[in-house]
């Protein structure tokens, strides 16, 4: 009886193989899609450690709407973002479960802190829910730092690592410290300078109006303005003594995304890219001295190309000023490592994922 049944036990252990192999595979894949505040990304990753940060990303997509520059104009979401939005939400759903096969909890749908200033976020919520069945979840401005902190740092990395992400507006981060009982407490990090307001604030020191664009001028007033930068950078550490033991510092943020394209020029694979202060000081004199050199550069490179596109020399330049301040104020850097957080649009993935693993503390 067994020989004669022997085939079909075998073909369902197989199956049964099959299947389990496959539903396991399905639980390490998980996918976001963030209504950002200049345009929606779809991410999807295939996670193989996430203390380590092990992950490969399988899919991203983005598509562009200007919805922040919408809100601050009207106060509220436009007819046009709502549908645009659902119509994208849909069928970039409707891909990823038919590409991906993705375990329906492990599919996720946030909002940007800027969306809890529009009026009408709820027409926004309900439409994507109604056509998804799935909820959206509006990030909290006060959250926003640590969910920052908690994708952009590997967890492996918690107790000894800091971030700083060098926004448009601000440059933001943290550090988390380990408590008793196994409890952990962010400790955020905010500077009031980010690339364009630093820009701002240079530009307000030109007497003569008719000067403002002019290069020489911008780089003059420039440089006369980094004692106030490095002022501010000195009373955020000096408030923080506890970041200055750890031994990891990682990196985020248009400015050190701008740096690591145009001075390295390669496509580096890895998540974190290995940052000096020597490389930071090069780019430095390059952006103020030889700025052609990255002209030339774009012609030949998309990435670079998109650099350009989207910061001018005078941006390129606040931007590193901030970078290199914040290098510089470090005590002992030589004895600290340095990482750039190459897959930022990813972080609050990481974060959502590293909340809901047995694997990682977040006693929060």
């Given at each position: 009886?067994?020989?004669?049944?022997?085939?079909?036990?075998?073909?369902?252990?197989?199956?049964?193989?099959?299947?389990?192999?496959?539903?396991?595979?399905?639980?390490?894949?998980?996918?976001?899609?963030?209504?950002?505040?200049?345009?929606?990304k779809?991410?999807?990753?295939?996670?193989?450690?996430?203390?380590?940060?092990?992950?490969?990303?399988?899919y991203?997509a983005?598509?562009?709407?200007?919805?922040?520059?919408?809100?601050?104009?009207?106060?509220?979401?436009?007819?046009?973002?709502?549908?645009?939005?659902?119509?994208?939400?849909?069928?970039?759903l409707?891909?990823?479960?038919?590409?991906?096969?993705?375990?329906?909890?492990?599919?996720?749908?946030?909002?940007?802190?800027?969306?809890?200033?529009?009026?009408?976020?709820?027409?926004?919520?309900?439409?994507?829910?109604?056509?998804?069945n799935?909820?959206?979840?509006?990030?909290?401005?006060?959250?926003?730092?640590?969910?920052?902190?908690?994708?952009?740092?590997?967890?492996?990395?918690y107790s000894?690592?800091?971030?700083?992400?060098?926004?448009a507006?601000?440059?933001?981060?943290?550090?988390i410290d380990?408590?008793?009982?196994?409890?952990?407490?962010?400790?955020?990090?905010?500077?009031?300078?980010?690339?364009?307001?630093?820009?701002?604030?240079?530009?307000?020191?030109?007497?003569?109006?008719?000067?403002v664009?002019?290069?020489s001028?911008?780089q003059?007033?420039?440089?006369?303005?980094?004692?106030?930068?490095?002022?501010?950078?000195?009373?955020?550490?000096?408030?923080?003594?506890?970041?200055?033991?750890?031994?990891?510092?990682?990196?985020?943020?248009?400015?050190?995304?701008a740096?690591?394209?145009?001075?390295?020029?390669?496509?580096?694979?890895?998540?974190?890219?290995?940052l000096?202060?020597?490389?930071?000081?090069?780019?430095?004199?390059?952006?103020?001295?030889n700025?052609?050199?990255?002209?030339?550069?774009?012609?030949?490179?998309?990435?670079?190309?998109?650099?350009?596109?989207?910061?001018?020399?005078?941006?390129?330049?606040?931007?590193?000023?901030?970078?290199?301040?914040?290098?510089?104020?470090?005590?002992?850097?030589?004895?600290?490592?340095?990482y750039?957080?190459k897959?930022?649009?990813?972080?609050?993935?990481?974060?959502?994922?590293?909340?809901?693993?047995?694997?990682?503390?977040?006693?929060?």
């Amino acid at each position: 009886m067994l020989k004669k049944n022997k085939p079909q036990i075998l073909l369902y252990i197989l199956l049964s193989l099959f299947f389990s192999i496959n539903i396991f595979s399905q639980k390490s894949i998980y996918a976001g899609i963030e209504i950002g505040r200049r345009a929606i990304k779809i991410s999807v990753l295939d996670v193989s450690n996430i203390k380590k940060a092990d992950y490969k990303i399988l899919y991203f997509a983005t598509e562009r709407i200007n919805f922040a520059e919408h809100i601050s104009t009207n106060g509220e979401l436009t007819q046009d973002d709502i549908n645009k939005t659902g119509t994208t939400v849909i069928d970039q759903l409707k891909k990823i479960r038919t590409d991906f096969k993705i375990l329906e909890e492990n599919i996720f749908i946030v909002a940007a802190p800027v969306f809890s200033s529009a009026r009408n976020v709820d027409a926004l919520r309900n439409r994507i829910t109604s056509l998804t069945n799935k909820d959206v979840e509006v990030l909290n401005v006060n959250e926003e730092a640590k969910t920052l902190v908690k994708g952009a740092i590997p967890p492996v990395d918690y107790s000894n690592a800091f971030l700083l992400d060098i926004g448009a507006q601000t440059t933001k981060g943290g550090y988390i410290d380990e408590l008793e009982d196994n409890k952990l407490e962010f400790i955020p990090l905010e500077l009031d300078f980010g690339t364009m307001t630093l820009t701002d604030a240079v530009k307000k020191t030109v007497a003569n109006p008719s000067q403002v664009n002019d290069m020489s001028t911008y780089q003059e007033k420039s440089f006369d303005f980094n004692p106030v930068l490095r002022k501010k950078i000195k009373e955020m550490l000096d408030a923080n003594p506890l970041l200055l033991k750890k031994d990891k510092m990682y990196l985020s943020g248009g400015a050190v995304w701008a740096f690591s394209t145009l001075y390295y020029n390669e496509n580096v694979k890895e998540h974190y890219v290995t940052l000096s202060l020597d490389d930071v000081i090069d780019y430095d004199a390059v952006l103020k001295n030889n700025f052609n050199k990255y002209n030339t550069l774009a012609k030949t490179n998309k990435e670079a190309a998109r650099v350009l596109s989207t910061y001018d020399q005078k941006y390129l330049i606040s931007a590193n000023n901030i970078l290199l301040s914040c290098l510089e104020s470090i005590p002992n850097l030589k004895t600290k490592k340095i990482y750039f957080v190459k897959e930022g649009q990813v972080t609050w993935l990481i974060s959502y994922i590293a909340d809901r693993s047995k694997k990682v503390n977040t006693n929060f």
